[in-house]
């Protein structure tokens, strides 16, 4: 009796990675973990730079993924777990070093709060894809919270504020904001409504100007300045959602 061989499983296919994308992430995981270094080697002004550039390559990564059409599962956890890393663990570091660590068990405490914060806030994003409306973030975002951080450090460094007295609870007061800022339910513009192509006014033309010769003039006033108003955004629109109460019922007339 012949009986036929056990049927060759076919070999699983090589799974890829699209390259172009990952490049980005990989290089905003870089700019993190370059961060982390030079605040160990007490290069402040260097990591705080370095977490700038870690959000502009973050900004970029997504957008080359949709321009390519090469999305994918493993870019979206690539991205997050990179997020951790340059918005989460490297701000939080920078904070503790530069100025925390002398507050003692307070100041590791208020830099895992930010860390906390940024873990959180990532789970809570990739869990709410889809589900939500596109032109607000719930919470804010992991990159703007690391700018508040990593701007302090940066204008302080900059301009000669280091010896400022009472830095210290700046910092600490920053960096515990930015933490909770991004576990709470506050919602902040996405930015997502601004589209490129879309003809505009020539004034626009003009203001986008004056906004590149400010920034080119004092990139770390001007960022800073800018993530501060934005961090504060949400809770002015908070404030504005409170006080709007509907009036009080009349009784009917006789």
Known sequence: MHIDPKPIKPSLRRQGIYLLPNSFTLAALFAGFYAIVQAMNQNFEHAAV?????????????????????QSAF???FDSLSDMVSFGVAPALIAYEW??????????????????????RL???????????????????????????????????????NDLPGLQWVALGFTAFSGITMVTNVKFWSFKEIHLRRRVPFVMLLALV????LLMSEPPLVLFGFFVCYALSGYVMVLL??????????????
């Open 50 to 70: 370095a977490i700038f550039i870690a959000m502009i390559l973050d900004g970029m990564d997504g957008r080359v993924a949709r321009l390519t059409h090469s």
């Open 75 to 77: 870019g979206a956890e």
């Open 99 to 120: 100025m925390l660590k002398d507050l003692g068990k307070l100041g590791w405490m208020i830099a895992f709060i930010h860390c906390a914060g940024a873990a959180l």
């Open 123 to 161: 789970a809570r994003f990739n869990t709410m894809i889809g589900s939500t409306d596109k032109r607000w973030f719930i919470g804010l975002p992991s990159p703007a919270a690391a700018a508040l951080v990593a701007g302090l450090v940066w204008i302080c460094h900059a301009y000669g504020y």
């Open 210 to 213: 004056v906004v590149l010769m």
């Open 241 to 254: 959602g409170l006080g709007k109460k509907t009036p009080p019922l009349l009784p009917p007339q006789a």
